[in-house]
């Protein structure tokens, strides 16, 4: 059974940083992508970032992230992360960790966590 | 304002059949297939179908899924009580190199 337990998620002053953890069990994690998905309170979901599998990790991110937040991913730990920074009050969210069902980046999320949540306020 | 449009809610009878249109462009849902995502209140986003019809197993063969042009669609049959939730479409877009999803569609079975 595929599980996916996300981590990390905290009440963070605007400007600071934070590490989000994907942990992952139930299946080969370095063959298959990985991504972040975010949904604020009452909103819908967005995309945040994505990293391929099968030891090339190719990296996207939204345009609203970009240079602020890096993916990445430990295939030795099983663990997938989202490392934040310059965070801004509209990041506030509930951080959602997927599993793709192949190695691209763009492959279907199949299976997902409960989730983490970032507050960021003053 | 999200790349991909959807409306914002839907309605239906118990045993009536709706769909959910998903509305995009040539970078994204015109090159790529889209995705079907159901989230029940309170609960996180669970995939549903692909625009060619591969589904996990569990989900019912009363969700289909149609993809046209720059358009892709979600059909329900057999509508039931427990399909009340917030549907989601999504694909990847070429242009942007990233995923794009739909601003979601409140499904509510009266």
């Known amino acids: ?122 | 304002q999200s790349v991909l449009t959807q409306p914002p809610s839907a309605s239906g009878t118990p045993g009536q059949r709706v769909t959910i249109s998903c509305s995009g462009s040539s970078p994204n849902i015109g090159s790529n297939t889209v995705d079907w995502y159901q989230q029940l209140p309170g609960t996180a986003p669970k995939f549903l179908l692909s625009s060619n019809n591969q589904r996990p197993s569990g989900v019912p063969d009363r969700f289909s899924g149609s993809k046209s042009g720059t358009s892709a669609s979600l059909a329900i049959s057999g509508l039931q009580s427990e399909d009340e939730a917030d549907y989601y479409c999504a694909t990847w877009d070429d242009s942007l190199s990233g995923r794009v999803f739909g601003g979601g569609t409140k499904l509510t079975v009266l």
């Open chain 1, 1 to 122: 059974e595929v599980r996916l337990l996300e981590s990390g998620g905290a009440l963070v002053q605007p400007g600071g940083s934070l590490r989000l953890s994907c942990a992952a069990s139930g299946f080969t994690f370095s063959t298959y992508a990985m991504t972040w998905v975010r949904q604020a309170p009452g909103k819908g979901l967005e995309w945040v970032s994505a990293v391929g599998g099968g030891g090339g990790g190719s990296t996207h991110h939204a345009e609203s992230v970009k240079g602020r937040f890096i993916i990445s991913r430990d295939n030795s730990k099983n663990t997938l992360y989202l490392h934040m920074s310059s965070l801004r009050v509209e990041d506030t969210a509930l951080y959602y960790c997927a599993k793709g069902s192949a190695v691209w980046s763009r492959a279907s999320l199949e299976s997902w966590g409960q989730g983490t949540l970032v507050t960021v306020s003053a």
